[in-house]
């Protein structure tokens, strides 16, 4: 009935997917590049250590591929959705904004005011992005008459909302609580309840999609 809508939140659940998978194989990276660091500052092992480095930069290339692919899928997903549900029209024109904030962030010095207002950009411009798909998933259930997807999502849209802008108020935060080690501490323990926040977020988020894309198949 709708397959433009269904084509185009099978990319989005995809790209949503691959993008869980880069933060994964990013962190690893990071891991990698620690244990590398490490083990060079001890002198016990310098090719374990370079091996590590190398294994490492090899994972964050592989990490920059699949965010790419993933930010490609939902900018095709949005697209093919909006052509059936004018929600995702909004959607994209957030993932643009978006856009255009991480791209500041990046040619901002880190820390400096301009550098947190694009990120805020950013981050913002994820939240809207989010709330405007999952409205659109919402008015195709009601669409095809699927009352259980369409009060699922307006339950979850508060929630996922909700979390969003809190973890975005506690990243915030913590990126000015600094100076003393305990302020370094509160501010790590701001950084992990909103990042514990952000997963919990996500997978209601993908579990949507899922749900979306058997309504609609």
């Given at each position: 009935?709708?397959?433009?809508?269904?084509?185009?939140?099978?990319?989005?659940?995809?790209?949503?997917?691959?993008?869980?998978?880069?933060?994964?194989?990013?962190?690893?990276?990071?891991?990698?590049?620690?244990?590398?660091?490490?083990?060079?500052?001890?002198?016990?092992?310098?090719?374990?250590?370079?091996?590590?480095?190398?294994?490492?930069?090899?994972?964050?290339?592989?990490?920059?591929?699949?965010?790419?692919?993933?930010?490609?899928?939902?900018?095709?997903?949005?697209?093919?959705?909006?052509?059936?549900?004018?929600?995702?029209r909004?959607?994209?024109?957030?993932?643009?904004?978006?856009?255009?904030?991480?791209?500041?962030t990046?040619?901002?010095?880190?820390?400096?005011?301009?550098?947190?207002?694009?990120?805020?950009?950013?981050?913002?411009?994820?939240?809207?992005?989010?709330?405007?798909?999952?409205?659109g998933?919402?008015?195709?259930a009601?669409k095809?008459?699927?009352?259980?997807?369409?009060?699922?999502?307006?339950?979850?849209?508060?929630?996922?909302?909700?979390?969003?802008?809190?973890?975005?108020?506690?990243?915030?935060?913590?990126k000015?609580?600094?100076?003393?080690?305990?302020?370094?501490?509160?501010?790590?323990?701001?950084?992990?309840?909103?990042?514990?926040?952000?997963?919990?977020?996500?997978?209601?988020?993908?579990?949507?999609?899922?749900?979306?894309?058997?309504?609609?198949?």
């Amino acid at each position: 009935m709708y397959p433009n809508a269904h084509d185009g939140i099978k990319k989005i659940y995809l790209g949503e997917v691959l993008s869980l998978i880069a933060v994964v194989v990013g962190s690893i990276a990071g891991i990698a590049a620690i244990i590398g660091y490490k083990v060079s500052e001890a002198g016990t092992d310098e090719i374990g250590a370079s091996a590590a480095f190398v294994g490492g930069g090899i994972v964050v290339v592989i990490a920059g591929i699949l965010a790419l692919v993933a930010f490609i899928l939902n900018i095709l997903g949005i697209s093919n959705a909006s052509k059936d549900e004018p929600f995702f029209r909004k959607a994209m024109l957030w993932l643009i904004i978006g856009l255009i904030g991480s791209i500041a962030t990046g040619m901002t010095k880190e820390g400096s005011a301009l550098n947190l207002a694009a990120d805020l950009v950013y981050q913002i411009g994820q939240i809207f992005v989010t709330f405007y798909v999952i409205d659109g998933v919402v008015s195709l259930a009601h669409k095809v008459g699927s009352s259980e997807v369409a009060a699922k999502g307006a339950k979850l849209k508060n929630i996922i909302i909700g979390i969003y802008v809190i973890s975005l108020v506690l990243t915030v935060i913590s990126k000015f609580v600094s100076g003393s080690d305990t302020m370094t501490v509160i501010a790590g323990v701001l950084a992990v309840i909103a990042l514990i926040a952000m997963v919990i977020a996500y997978f209601m988020y993908l579990n949507l999609l899922s749900r979306a894309k058997q309504m609609l198949a």
